[in-house]
Structures are given as C-alpha cells and as structure tokens.
C-alpha cells in the first residue's frame, strides 16, 4: 500500500475559502467536485478554478482527486481537457453504469495523456459503482482497467435512481438494498485487489452515528470512508489508522509465527486463540497500513 486514503473530502469546485480550510485539514485527500457542488450555468468557471488550484496550489501530502461529471451530461470531455494539462492524481467517475463507460474514459485520458507529454496511465480512476441500478448489476466488469485504483459506493443517487423514500430506517441503520450494495462494492473491490472507501454519512450533526459506521466498514474491510464536512475527518481517520495496540499485537503476532515456523508449525495457540494463515495476512496488512500512514 503507497498511499492511504483513510478520509477523502469534498470540496466543491469553485470555492477557494473551502479549499484552503481543507487544505488545513488532516485528510488523506481532497476531492475537487465539479459534479453535484456546481450549478450547469458554473461548470466552466468551476472547472478552470478546480484547474488553477491544480496548477499553483500546493496540496503537501494530500492526495488531488477531481470528481469529474458523469457520462450522460454534456460536461464530462470538457472536465478531462480542461484537467489533464496539470492533471490530479485521481478522478472520480461518478454514476459508472457498466465497464464500457470505464473504457471509454480510459481511451480519452490516454489521448489527453499523451498530448501533454504525461505519463500513460498516470490519472487513476475511483470508481462510484453503485449511484445507478444498472451500475450495481455491472460491478464486476468495472474493475478490469489497471487504472482502476479504488472503489466505492453511493446510496443518495441509487436513492433517487430507486425513486427510494429513504436510504436508512428511523434507527440510522441503512435499508437492506442500500446494505447489499455496500456490502457488494467491498466484495467486489477485494476480488480486484484494490481498496474499498465506504460512501459518505450525510448527517452532520451524528458524531456518534459517524463513528460507529466507520468502525464498522473498517471492520468489514474497508480502507476509508469519504467526508462532507471539515469536522468528519479525524473521527473517519481515527476508525481507519491501526491503532498502537492493534500494531503491537500484529508484530508479537508475526515474531510468534516466525520462532513456530522454523518447528515446521503454521498454526499455532496466541493469547489464548488458535490462529493460521488468515491471522498472519490480517497483521501483515495492518502494518502495511500504518506504514502507509506514517510515511504519507
């Protein structure tokens, strides 16, 4: 794992004051949105800001991902022209309906690419898998594209697609379709080796909520959760950073599997559990990740 992206924060296109409080921020990276933040008549304005701050702003560690319109608006060619001259380091595709739309981004950026002298391939795509119900019966031809470097989930556009009274029931928890599909966007990103970034928790006020859900998709496997609003990060940051303690047990762990290793032992009794191979890859992983973070 190079690069964490425990939070992923919204900032919309063509507000410089959000920008630099951001900026401020701890998060992982910085999504620069010139889809649902901005009104049709500002997409150009937006879009030649979000591309100055691509050029003169500098972001430090933070990872630059630009939310680029969808495929059936009238915008998004001119989001990846107007872009990829000081391009970010990842797009996010919104309302994927099936591998083709991925294809057909790809062959754009790899034209825009080369005509500006970049790297083949050096724009990443964050797919949002689920915002359509044709995405979510699509989800496994998404991942075949090498550019193709994470995943998540969207329960307010699959709403609106659904014709959905609501995503959650009266307790907070998600309705059982919207559960499936973020269950599916996991599953469907650890069978393409890439990361899952669970969708955002759109009630602000819900501190409590919002970190509850974060332990959990952390729980579950996922790598990140996107954020709506400055006060959101370091809860998500918390829930997704392997903990000191969770740190030291993977090391004790994995100097325990080395001294068994050597009598020819794979599995082994450790602090009063039998534990294998799946334990090991767990504390491998965890370790991976908080170098990751420590190294960011």
Known sequence: MSRPRRSAHFVPGA???MLQKSLATGADALILDLEDAVTPENKDSARSTVAEWLRDVDFGAQERIVRMNSLDSPWWRDDLEGVL??????????????????????RRLEAL???HGHEKGRVELILLATETALGVLNISSMVASDRVTALTWGAEDLSA???????RDPSGR????FEYCRNLTLL??????IPALDSVFVDIRDTDGLARECREAADMGFLGKISIHPAQIDVINDAFTP??????????????????QKEGRMAFA?????VDVPHFERARRRLALRDAIDHR
């Open 15 to 17: 507000n410089e004051k």
């Open 85 to 106: 001259e000081h391009p970010p380091d990842a797009l996010l595709v919104p309302k994927v309906n099936h591998g083709d739309d991925v294809v057909e981004i790809s």
């Open 113 to 115: 690419e080369e005509e």
């Open 161 to 167: 697609d659904l014709g959905s009274k609501a995503n």
């Open 174 to 177: 998600l309705l059982p379709i």
């Open 188 to 193: 469907a990103a650890t069978a393409a080796r």
């Open 243 to 260: 903990s000191d303690e969770e740190i030291e047990t993977a090391r004790e762990l994995l100097a325990a599997l080395e001294e068994h």
């Open 270 to 274: 450790f602090r009063g559990q039998m």
